[in-house]
């Protein structure tokens, strides 16, 4: 198991992440251990509501179509061996997710699964036929997490940016399960309250290690009482592979051409990784730059691809002619909006962007 970036290509600091995840089991989990029981009673006492509520959100979290399968511990190993396992979210942790697999199965020949729990990121992923494996995640129970730990039996469990599955973390590191999170995520909100960092503090400690992008992400975590000796700054955990050169041009022109804008002066925009809270602050400024700028387009691309009808019936109420990207060969004249709606091609459209805008970025709670 291995999370490479820029800064973790030296053999020994990779070495050194593995061996902070080293799972010591009770000795390293006691400080979490109140915690993580006070979790399970909570949890027990109101099991009817959170049931209710769980299948009430279904459809609006992407679990419709999963729910039996989740339960009882997702996919299951595709073979035998030892397995690494990713766990994802989202689409934009999954993307994510699949660039640490195929890079930890090239440089050291792991076994690597990816495991999302949305069925929409499942779906699309699947769509693409990626060389990686991808299946689905159990659900944040105890039974569910033990049914996956024993179908899988995994060498190490990586969670991509942050990890809801507190069972799973938990469990999994008690049976000597090396767990890392990798590409940390902490924004504002999750340190705002001493309250909620004391409540919440045993989730963190009784993760293996940490890779974060910055000082600022340690000392979020230090705060939570995670050991510094268990963090790893690294810059982003997975480097994005940067274009240049003959690559870099084709990419443009393949662009400007597909957005008839290769004879063009108008700003493109791009809005990647949107929530429908962002979009609508995001087509309200689009309205008011059109109005300098009469031929301007904007190129957005919600996290979750499958809101495409939705995102399009928006474009509608704001008066707007929307395409979306999967249906044009060449992007139709008099569009105003092209809706991208593919997976992996939001990286090279930001070559094309005059401006571009990062998804959640209105909300503290998200983190753009």
């Known amino acids: 198991m291995a999370i ?12 050194a992440l593995l061996e902070q995840a080293a799972p010591d089991r009770l000795k390293g989990l006691l400080p979490s251990l109140p915690g993580y029981l006070a979790y399970c009673v909570v949890h027990l006492f109101l099991f009817p509501w959170l049931a209710l509520r769980g299948l009430a959100t279904a459809k609006k979290r992407g679990y419709q179509g999963l729910i039996g399968r989740r339960l009882m511990g997702g996919s299951a190993a595709p073979g035998p061996g030892s397995w690494s396992i990713i766990i994802s979210t989202h ?3 999954t993307r994510t997710a699949l660039m640490a697999a195929k890079q930890m199965a090239h440089r050291n020949g792991d076994s690597v699964g990816v495991l999302t729990s949305v069925k929409s990121v499942y779906d699309t992923v699947r769509s693409q036929q ?3 494996w991808i299946g689905v995640a159990p659900f944040n129970n105890p039974f569910s997490a033990l049914i996956m730990l024993l179908r899988w039996r995994p060498a190490s469990i990586l969670f991509a940016e942050y990890s809801d599955n507190h069972h ?8 000597g399960v090396k767990t890392v999170i990798f590409n940390v995520r ?3 909100q999750d340190c705002w309250r001493p309250h909620k960092r004391s409540i919440a503090k045993w989730r963190y400690t009784c993760i293996g290690a940490y890779a974060v992008q910055s000082e600022a992400q340690r000392e979020r975590l230090a705060a939570f009482g995670v050991e510094r000796g268990r963090i790893i700054v690294t810059g982003p955990s997975v480097a994005m592979p940067m274009a240049c050169g003959s ?15 290769a004879d063009k002066e108008s700003p493109i925009l791009v809005a990647g990784s949107t929530h429908p809270e962002d979009e609508q602050v995001v087509l309200t400024a689009f309205q008011n730059l059109r109005t300098r700028f009469p031929d301007a387009l904007l190129v957005l691309a919600p996290r979750d691809p499958s809101r495409h009808h939705e995102v399009m019936e928006m474009l509608c109420t704001h008066a ?8 044009f060969q060449t992007l139709p004249i008099r569009t105003d909006v092209m809706v991208l709606d593919t997976l992996g091609e939001l ?20 983190g753009g």
């Open 347 to 366: 990286s090279e459209l930001y070559s094309v962007a005059d401006a571009a805008f990062i998804g959640g970025s209105f909300d503290p709670a998200l």
């Open 130 to 132: 990626h060389a990686e």
């Open 168 to 175: 799973l973390a938990f469990l999994a590191r008690l049976c």
């Open 186 to 188: 902490l924004v504002d």
């Open 91 to 93: 689409l934009g942790e």
């Open 247 to 261: 690559e870099r041009c084709r990419i443009l022109d393949k662009w400007r051409t597909f957005l008839n804008c």
């Open 4 to 15: 490479y970036s820029y800064p973790l290509k030296d053999g020994k600091v990779t070495r």
């Open 320 to 327: 707007m002619r929307g395409a979306r990207r999967s249906q």
